[in-house]
């Protein structure tokens, strides 16, 4: 079992904005049992608003923007050209039913901007790192499924599949990394994921070029509709706390 994996996503679900909607809508049923009418119905108000406020564009990007700010994109004509293009898994649900090809999710975005590197030459390899649950194709070969229909020869695709976290990714892509003696990489990866991921690569020494993709904050600024709640919205919301729950137990571990 991957205890890091394991031990942040039940640090995340604590911050989840629907667990504590949940969690302060069940404390107001046990106030309502006990006789306290007022106190339940100032927590039941409470829980609705709470989640109507992360459920709007104007928190979700307010959040995603602290992560992605600091990450600007890069111009695939502005990157340099390295050794190998490291492509980070994650966002997708696994195997589908029925699905021919695995469900890769928001992972998508970064599989294309991978294949757009490579095929603008910027580096003569794809390494893929992501792992999944025991029973299922890795993140890394659904990813290479993908990258093979883009026209990507399977020859130039290195697979990582034992990651199930963004420590390990840069751990175990380090080991392949030294193993082909390949230096100079970049690293692909979610806007809201690269300061964390950048840094796991360089405590373990590993320095790479970021090319942030993935961007999920909103381009609308006046519509009227950022203000509407939408499971989309509370989607990006949860996304960007759990990021920021990753960062600081990560730097509580001494891992960036």
Same mark, same amino acid.
């Given at each position: 079992?991957?205890?890091?994996?394991?031990?942040?996503? =039940? +640090? $995340?679900? #604590?911050?989840? @904005?629907?667990?504590?909607?949940? /969690?302060?809508?069940?404390?107001?049923?046990?106030?309502? %049992?006990?006789?306290?009418?007022?106190?339940?119905?100032?927590?039941?108000?409470?829980?609705?608003?709470?989640?109507?406020?992360?459920?709007?564009?104007?928190?979700?990007?307010?959040?995603?923007?602290?992560?992605?700010?600091?990450?600007?994109?890069?111009?695939?004509?502005?990157?340099?050209?390295?050794?190998?293009?490291?492509?980070?898994?994650?966002?997708?649900?696994?195997?589908?039913?029925?699905?021919?090809?695995?469900?890769?999710?928001?992972?998508?975005?970064?599989?294309?901007?991978?294949?757009?590197?490579?095929?603008?030459?910027?580096?003569?390899?794809? =390494? +893929? $790192?992501? #792992?999944?649950? @025991?029973?299922?194709?890795?993140? /890394?070969?659904?990813?290479?499924?993908?990258?093979?229909? %883009?026209?990507?020869?399977?020859?130039?695709?290195?697979?990582?599949?034992?990651?199930?976290?963004?420590?390990?990714?840069?751990?175990?892509?380090?080991?392949?990394?030294?193993?082909?003696?390949?230096?100079?990489?970049?690293?692909?990866?979610?806007?809201?994921?690269?300061?964390?991921?950048?840094?796991?690569?360089?405590?373990?020494?590993?320095?790479?070029?970021?090319?942030?993709?993935?961007?999920?904050?909103?381009?609308?600024?006046?519509?009227?509709?950022?203000?509407?709640?939408?499971?989309?919205?509370?989607?990006?919301?949860?996304?960007?706390?759990?990021?920021?729950?990753?960062?600081?137990?990560?730097?509580?571990?001494?891992?960036?």
């Amino acid at each position: 079992m991957n205890l890091s994996y394991e031990i942040t996503k =039940l +640090l $995340s679900l #604590g911050v989840y @904005p629907l667990s504590q909607t949940l /969690a302060l809508l069940f404390t107001a049923a046990v106030l309502a %049992m006990c006789g306290r009418s007022r106190g339940a119905v100032f927590l039941s108000l409470v829980s609705g608003a709470w989640l109507y406020a992360f459920s709007s564009a104007v928190v979700a990007d307010f959040l995603m923007g602290s992560l992605e700010d600091s990450q600007p994109p890069r111009a695939v004509s502005a990157v340099p050209e390295a050794e190998v293009i490291v492509v980070l898994g994650g966002g997708g649900v696994g195997e589908v039913h029925l699905g021919q090809l695995g469900d890769i999710g928001t992972a998508s975005n970064r599989v294309l901007k991978g294949a757009a590197l490579y095929k603008a030459h910027k580096a003569p390899w794809l =390494l +893929l $790192s992501g #792992g999944s649950a @025991p029973e299922e194709r890795s993140d /890394a070969e659904r990813m290479r499924d993908v990258l093979t229909l %883009m026209g990507v020869p399977k020859g130039a695709v290195i697979t990582e599949s034992r990651s199930r976290d963004t420590r390990q990714n840069a751990l175990f892509t380090a080991d392949i990394l030294e193993q082909r003696r390949l230096e100079r990489i970049i690293l692909v990866t979610s806007a809201y994921h690269m300061r964390r991921a950048l840094a796991a690569f360089d405590h373990i020494g590993v320095v790479a070029y970021a090319v942030p993709t993935d961007y999920q904050r909103s381009a609308s600024k006046k519509s009227a509709s950022r203000w509407l709640p939408s499971v989309e919205n509370l989607e990006r919301s949860t996304k960007a706390l759990r990021e920021y729950v990753g960062w600081w137990y990560y730097r509580f571990q001494g891992w960036i």
